[in-house]
């Protein structure tokens, strides 16, 4: 069975920094997506960043590009979130995924077969 696990988030002004990890269990095949999405209230759920095996596979939405960064531990099966330079729109239930498919079929079709239990994050002064 599927498990995603998540830990970090919490309250932080603007322009401050969290790091979210989420550490996935239950998956055997040895390529698989990982990724990231938010669900914001009124706008429904949001991609976020989406990650391929290797180093170069990966994917941001414009309105992250450049201050968050996505990265993963494949013998840990984990992965991780860096968000930098947080804004008040970055406020959100984010959710980690996981996704046999491709980082186009996570990020472009939001389709996963597995998410985390999902953690706040709340910026704001």
């Known amino acids: 069975q599927l498990t995603l696990v998540q830990s970090g988030g919490g309250l932080v002004q603007p322009g401050g920094s969290l790091k979210l990890s989420c550490v996935v269990s239950?998956?055997?095949?040895?390529?698989?997506?990982l990724g990231w999405f938010r669900q914001v209230p009124g706008k429904g759920r949001q991609r976020v960043s989406c990650?391929?095996?290797?180093?170069?596979?990966?994917f941001y939405d414009d309105s992250v590009r450049g201050r968050f960064t996505i990265s993963r531990d494949n013998s840990k099966k984990t992965v991780w979130l860096e968000m930098d330079s947080l804004k008040e729109e970055d406020t959100g239930v984010y959710l980690c995924?996981?996704?046999?498919?491709?980082?186009?079929?996570?990020?472009?079709?939001?389709?996963?077969?597995?998410w985390g239990q999902g953690t706040l994050v709340t910026v704001s002064s």
């Open positions: 995924a996981a996704n046999l498919g491709t980082v186009k079929e996570m990020c472009m079709m939001y389709a996963s077969d597995g």
């Open positions: 990650m391929g095996d290797r180093d170069n596979d990966k």
């Open positions: 239950g998956i055997t095949a040895d390529s698989y997506t």
